[in-house]
């Protein structure tokens, strides 16, 4: 379920960065791929370390790596790069937004099931 929504995200992200002109489409394309490699595993790991007492760690860990992509892409790469700020990084929210509601998904669709009497 996690892998078939992961790459239903990253397909819909590529293709609306796709949509886009010149250096916001180089741009965007690179948000979707940095978002997808970096916090494609961590919302795996979260999802498994579902009832374990590392879980509170895995989730700030994710939580705070969100806040570092954003900040990263916005503070160091795109002004590097000299690329437009306002379709990267609308494109890292949404694709962000989307990863943490695939996340929240999987688990209850995983931990919502009745046991049988």
Request: charged fraction near 10%.
């Amino acid at each position: 379920m996690y892998g078939s929504g992961l790459l239903l995200i990253g397909l819909g992200a590529a293709l609306m960065s796709w949509s886009l002109q010149g250096t916001n489409r180089t741009a965007a394309l690179i948000s979707v791929l940095v978002c997808l490699v970096i916090q494609g595993p961590l919302g795996w790991w979260l999802i498994r370390s579902v009832g374990t007492p590392r879980f509170l760690g895995v989730w700030v860990t994710g939580i705070l790596t969100r806040f570092v992509i954003l900040g990263g892409l916005a503070l160091v790469v795109f002004p590097a790069q000299r690329w437009p700020l306002s379709p990267g990084l609308l494109i890292v929210g949404g694709v962000l937004f989307a990863l943490l509601l695939l996340e929240g998904l999987a688990l209850w669709l995983e931990h919502s099931q009745v046991e049988p009497r």
